[in-house]
Nanobody, 123 residues
Framework: QFQLVESGGGQVQPGGSLRLSCATSGFSLDDYAIAWFRQAPGKERERVSCISSINSRVYYADSVKGRFAVSRVDVKNTAYLQMDHLKPEDTAVYYC????????????????WGQGTLVTVSS
C-alpha cells in the first residue's frame, strides 16, 4: 500500500524554524515528484514547493521563496521541507504529495497524499 507519512510539525514562535519530513511507505521515492502543500483554516490549499525526480529541480510559491527549502534523500525514501523565518501566516496543515513523474519538472496534479501535519506560528 502506497503511503506518505509527514512528521515534524508543531508550534513555533515567529522567526523560528521547523523541518518537516515526508517518508514513503510501500514504494521507493525514485522517479516520483514530491510536493508540499498547505491549507490554512478558511483558505484554499496552496502548493508551496515541489522537487522533481530528476536533478532535484525545485519550485517555490512566492509566499515562501527565500524562506523554505525542499530536499530529498532517495536512499532514505524521505523528502524534507526546511522552513525558516516562519511567520504567523505560515500557520496551516502541511501535506506532502507524490506522483510518478520522471523528469526535471513537476506535475500539476498528485496521486498520493499524506495525512498532514499541523504547523502553528504564534507568540
Amino acid at each position: 500500500q502506497f503511503q506518505l507519512v509527514e512528521s515534524g510539525g508543531g508550534q513555533v514562535q515567529p522567526g523560528g524554524s521547523l523541518r518537516l519530513s515526508c517518508a514513503t511507505s510501500g514504494f521507493s521515492l525514485d522517479d516520483y515528484a514530491i510536493a508540499w502543500f498547505r491549507q490554512a483554516p478558511g483558505k484554499e490549499r496552496e502548493r508551496v514547493s515541489c522537487i522533481s525526480s530528476i536533478n532535484s529541480r525545485v519550485y517555490y510559491a512566492d509566499s515562501v521563496k527565500g524562506r523554505f527549502a525542499v530536499s530529498r534523500v532517495d536512499v532514505k525514501n524521505t523528502a524534507y521541507l526546511q522552513m525558516d523565518h516562519l511567520k504567523p501566516e505560515d500557520t496551516a496543515v502541511y501535506y506532502c504529495a507524490s506522483r510518478l513523474w520522471y523528469g526535471s519538472s513537476c506535475p500539476d496534479d498528485f496521486e498520493t497524499w499524506g495525512q498532514g501535519t499541523l504547523v502553528t506560528v504564534s507568540s
